[in-house]
């Protein structure tokens, strides 16, 4: 396979349970981010990791939790999650987050999630 | 971060050109500006960018005026898979900066 990939593509899940995303890139990247995109609204970025290191959490509630084991995945789990949570979940990798040039990210196709 | 002014749509006939613009007057010297387009239900993906030279590449042309207060994005032979949202985007060099999407513009390609 080749570029961002992300399961599950679809997921519905109620209130109480857990569950968890997961991306792949495999074009060699070094950083890896992910972002909301609910409804109408614009994409928002939740965090990004660089070489396996979280660098940014735009202040996202803690029932969300990512983790990077390695440059080419990155998981987000969910728990206790609320309807508003509902959204596309989308991953995207760059080389290098913070090289000296902006390097474009390449996304992957989303996660749709709805919570009941 | 310059704030970026897009027409929220526009129509193109299949095989024209689709012309969008972009209005960023408050964009800095150091500035790129990028484009990204989202087709319904997927990822966004890259399409060009460019500092203040006009720029080519498979996809499209992007011409930034003198003054670099506006750009334009060309889809030179519209198809009907460039139906999407596109997004115009000031990212400065020198530093890490973050993807910051706006509204966009949606094209409809109409066959």
């Known amino acids: 396979e080749t570029g961002v990939t992300q399961t599950p593509r679809h997921l519905v899940m109620g209130m109480t349970n857990k569950k968890s995303l997961k991306c792949e890139q495999h074009?060699?990247?070094?950083?890896m981010y992910w972002y909301k995109q609910s409804a109408k609204k614009p994409l928002e970025l939740m965090f990004v990791?660089?070489?396996?290191?979280?660098?940014e959490n735009n202040s996202v509630p803690s029932r969300f939790s990512p983790e990077c084991p390695n440059s080419s995945h990155l998981f987000l789990h969910l728990h206790t999650l609320q309807p508003e949570d509902s959204a596309l979940y989308l991953c995207?990798?760059?080389?290098?987050?913070?090289?000296?040039?902006?390097?474009?990210?390449?996304f992957g196709p989303g996660t749709r999630l709805t919570v009941l | 971060d310059a704030k970026t002014t897009q027409p929220p749509s526009m129509d193109c006939a299949e095989g024209r050109a689709a012309n969008l613009p972009c209005n960023h007057s408050t964009i800095s010297g150091n500035e790129y500006v990028y484009w990204y387009r989202q087709i319904h239900s997927q990822g966004p993906q890259y399409i060009i960018h460019?500092?203040?030279n006009n720029e080519t590449n498979e996809m499209a042309s992007l011409i930034i005026t003198e003054d670099r207060k506006s750009s334009t994005l060309i889809l030179p032979h519209a198809t009907l898979r460039d139906t999407a949202v596109y997004y115009c985007?000031?990212?400065?060099?020198?530093?890490?900066?973050?993807?910051?999407f706006g509204s966009g513009t949606q094209l409809t390609v109409l066959p």
């Open positions: 460019g500092l203040k």
């Open positions: 985007i000031p990212i400065s060099s020198g530093s890490a900066r973050q993807l910051t």
């Open positions: 990791y660089n070489f396996k290191e979280q660098t």
């Open positions: 074009l060699g990247h070094n950083a």
């Open positions: 995207a990798s760059s080389l290098d987050h913070r090289s000296s040039s902006y390097n474009e990210q390449f």
